[in-house]
């Protein structure tokens, strides 16, 4: 089956840095990896997902890259702010309502 | 769009009452829901997918008897955990997909459960 592995566990930055977290997969098959963003208490928000046949996405601040051939994906967190922090979880999925395997997750503080 | 909700947010009961909860996609129709736990600090833990109409399918060390799934529509999924007992304490999500983009899974607000 699919291993999801995500570092840093923790990360604090100094607000207006950039905050990246990556992760990694093991299954090949594997061709969605959307990024979540959990705030305490609540359930996970969609950030951003990129697809297999696509190396990188954009959206405002936050980016995310794929590198298929080494099995890894990033997201980018660009002039962070206070309420940026929260608990980030990387997925990856065989896509079409398979199930999703989660990382560990990263829990970002961004320091004013 | 693609709002998911989730009811109660928070409920406390007895050991060995049963507790219904209610998942629902309120602007979309979900083909697929799905449920999750999650302890304090840790990831999400898939227990079951489920499918409209469907039986739903569990994960492995899931117990369908004791958590059961019902999926009567496209807009509502519930889970009610039987004879709970404080081990079942946690954090109860649900998510579902969009019809028309499988992909992406859209998460509730989540459920507190607590068992005394």
């Known amino acids: 089956g699919e291993n999801v592995e995500q570092h840093p566990s923790t990360l604090s930055v100094q607000e207006g840095d950039s905050a990246v977290i990556k992760c990694t997969y093991s299954?090949?098959?594997?061709?969605?990896f959307p990024w979540y963003k959990q705030e305490l208490g609540k359930g996970p928000q969609l950030i951003i997902d990129?697809?297999?046949?696509?190396g990188e996405k954009k959206d405002q601040r936050i980016a995310v890259t794929l590198n298929k051939t080494a099995k890894h994906f990033s997201l980018h967190i660009t002039e962070t702010q206070p309420e940026d922090s929260a608990v980030y979880f990387c997925?990856?999925?065989?896509?079409?309502?398979?199930?999703?395997?989660f990382g560990t997750g990263t829990s970002l503080t961004v320091i004013p | 769009g693609a709002v998911v909700s989730q009811h109660p947010s928070r409920v406390i009961c007895k050991s060995g009452t049963s507790v219904k909860i209610e998942c629902r996609s309120l602007?979309?129709?979900?083909?697929?829901m799905f449920w999750y736990r999650q302890f304090p600090k840790q990831s999400l833990m898939l227990m079951a997918t489920?499918?409209?109409?469907?039986?739903?399918?569990?994960e492995q060390g899931v117990e369908k008897d004791k958590f059961l799934i019902n999926h009567a529509s496209l807009t509502l999924s519930t889970l009610t955990v039987t004879s709970a007992h404080p081990e079942d304490s946690s954090f109860y999500i649900c998510s579902a997909s969009f019809v028309g983009n499988t992909d992406t899974q859209y998460f509730g607000p989540g459920t507190r459960l607590t068992v005394l």
């Open positions: 990129i697809r297999s046949n696509v």
């Open positions: 602007d979309f129709q979900a083909t697929t």
């Open positions: 489920s499918n409209e109409g469907s039986k739903a399918t569990y």
């Open positions: 299954d090949s098959a594997s061709n969605y």
């Open positions: 997925a990856a999925s065989k896509g079409t309502g398979n199930q999703f395997y």
